[in-house]
């Protein structure tokens, strides 16, 4: 059975994308899933794109890079010197580092973007190999765009960069243009034509545009690439990349076929899934493959009845191999802080000290509204402290009257820095309302740009989540609030957003030059 590295760009590629931005801590989280769910490589950041990323990168290096049995973590970097230099130092302090560096070897880029010419395209990326290789060991080269390369030559420079120290040759579908048979075939030519390729793994790295990023990942092993890039529930530019989920679970469930496995702890995915969806208040649609709601669910009565007659007749893995739990009951409101704590280690989530206390009070909050409390609400409450947390404006007290004939009002008392401000606001709804009596208290005008409300659980009594984009001046960021009133979760949503404006640590660079 051969093995396929898992190479997880969550992080990177994934977090890169609009609405998935996420602070040091919240990365740190995932990270420390991401090593719980074993993948092989996490690439963390891109460190020249911004301090926060560099910030970010540098602490999962440290804190989930120096673990037992840590995987390799990975910063990405341009062909730049100096971008080499900042992704060393921030990746140096993992056991297992590794420098991954791109540049597009397309006409379309070269002449667009870059404005260089081949050979100097060439030049840059075997120089920039060498530096990184003088640093460490573990170096990965990506020619950007490689689907619409030229073959002949991003083929001379992938043997370029070989024999300049690359150890993973990783070939880009940088914009989801290719189809499975192509992108086989071309991954068997490459195999064939690099020279020096059998010193390197061979990796893939593909996108989603045409809906083919997890066909064309497979197609790839099929052809040889014993590394895949993907990220969790295929998060990541436009349409995203390939979803680790369903590549490893193809490669699991069809040993068979594939001959080829990956060393992933199964059990962790959905888990590690959800974490995702809690940290950046966005949902995979219920019939995503693997991880989504209805994705065990069988509704048809001929199924029903095929499934209870026999589970194999519908089903081809069980929910419990990618630890989905049953939606039991967890917790109740004489529950303490220890089975709360361990509960809540279950779910991947480890909370110690003031962050317990703050989860703790809230679980017990939470339960005295509401008389079941499951793991999916104990994600919720845990993921909105872990926003609110964050120093800013915090809820202190929230009166709303709203109704048919009524014009709805809001009244907000924030408290900031041991200080206490008051406000009210009017509005075209008890929402719009509350949004603007704490644009009255904080003098900022917020412009709501998306905003999605869904309820953690079942029942009336089911926790509201909400996830919003606001516009504040020119500076667009997300915020996300959960309650069991709708209300109040809009507002902390809001807050959530507002903080990042009021206290930047939240809020990254995004846009960087080629
Ligand atoms: O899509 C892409 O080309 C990338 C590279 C940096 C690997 O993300
Ligand atoms: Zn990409």
Known sequence: MDRVIIFDTTLRDGEQSPGFSMNTLEKLEMARQLARLQVDVIEAGFPISSDEDFEATREVAKQVGTLDNAPTICGL???????????????KYARKPRIHTFVATSDIHLKYKLRKSRAEVLRAAVEAVRHAHGYCA???????????SDFDYMCDVLSAVIEAGATTINIPDTVGYAIPREWGERIARIRDTVRGVEKAVLSVHCHNDLGQAVANSLTAIMSGARQVECTINGIGERAGNASLEEIVMALRTRKDF?????RVRTEEIFKT???????TGIHVQPNKAIVGENAFAHEAGIHQDGVLKEKLTYEIMRPEDIGRPSNKLVLGKHSGRHALAARLKD?????????????????????????????????????????????????????VISGTGVVPSATVKLKKDGQVFQDSGVGDGPVDAVLNAID??????????DYSLRSATSGKDAIGEVAMKVDFDGTVVWGKGASTDVIEASARAYLSALNRVVHPSGQRLKEIGP
């Open 138 to 148: 573990d170096v990965e080269f990506s020619p950007e765009d490689a689907s619409r």
């Open 77 to 91: 970097s341009r062909v730049g010197l100096a971008d080499i230099d900042r992704c060393w130092e921030a990746v």
């Open 347 to 399: 779910l991947g989530l480890d909370l110690a000290g003031p962050d317990l206390d703050r989860a703790f009070k809230a679980f017990k909050d939470l339960a005295d509204r509401k008389k079941e409390v499951y793991d999916e609400d104990l994600m919720a409450i845990v993921a909105d402290e872990a926003t609110q947390g964050a120093a800013g404006y915090e809820i202190e007290y929230l009166h």
């Open 273 to 279: 899934s959800r974490l995702l969806s809690h940290i």
């Open 258 to 262: 594939f001959a080829a496995d990956t």
């Open 440 to 449: 009255a208290v904080t003098g900022m005008k917020g412009r709501l740009q």
